[in-house]
């Protein structure tokens, strides 16, 4: 009897390193939609930290506006006094970037006050402070233009945002309706 060679054929091997495969791609998708999510919320944390601050900066100026206290003596000469027309607001001095950069004569910086009852580890502290302007309107309005910057908002030379996020709100303010 002659011994005939046989050759085993397995597909254990072939199936192992494709399950194998598969299962490395399927770890790093997930790790890829992991890091995506964490971005994502990361843009929205940073987005509502600027939407805050531009909201607490219109809310200080719009005071500085209608409240008679003197401590808004200094802010009310930052007030811009050409008087702007109410169909020409994209005119306003808060269209111009030079009119945002630090130590611009009109512009005013909101620095909130921290509560000295809770302790300094516990307060969010502002990597930029939100700024805003006000510039007189006719029939004895105010428009008043705030800017808010994330904490990791980074603008370039030209005060045009390059990094983080940034938020503008406008409020047109009538301090006194007047009487017909």
């Known amino acids: ?52 601050s531009a909201e607490a900066a219109l809310r200080f100026c719009e005071s500085a506006v209608t409240n008679e206290d003197p401590a808004f003596n200094t802010i009310r000469t930052n007030i811009v006094a050409t008087e702007l027309e109410p169909d020409k607001i994209a005119d306003g001095v808060w269209n111009t970037n030079s009119n945002w950069a630090t130590g611009a004569s009109n512009l005013i910086t909101y620095k909130p006050a921290f509560d000295p009852h809770v302790q300094q580890a516990a307060q969010t502290r502002a990597g930029n402070h939100p700024t805003c302007l006000i510039q007189a309107m006719k029939n004895g309005r105010y428009l008043i233009t705030a800017r808010g910057l994330s904490n990791d908002a980074v603008v370039d030379r030209d005060n045009r945002l390059s990094q983080g996020s940034e938020i503008w709100l406008q409020s047109v303010l009538t301090p006194e309706i007047p009487n017909h």
Do not use: C, K, Y
């Open 1 to 52: 009897m002659s011994m005939r060679s046989h050759h085993e054929q397995g597909i254990v091997l072939p199936m192992a390193l494709i399950m194998l495969v598969i299962i490395s791609l399927a770890g790093l998708l997930a790790a890829r939609n992991s890091a995506t999510h964490e971005q994502f919320s990361n843009n929205t944390r940073t987005t509502q930290v600027a939407r805050q």
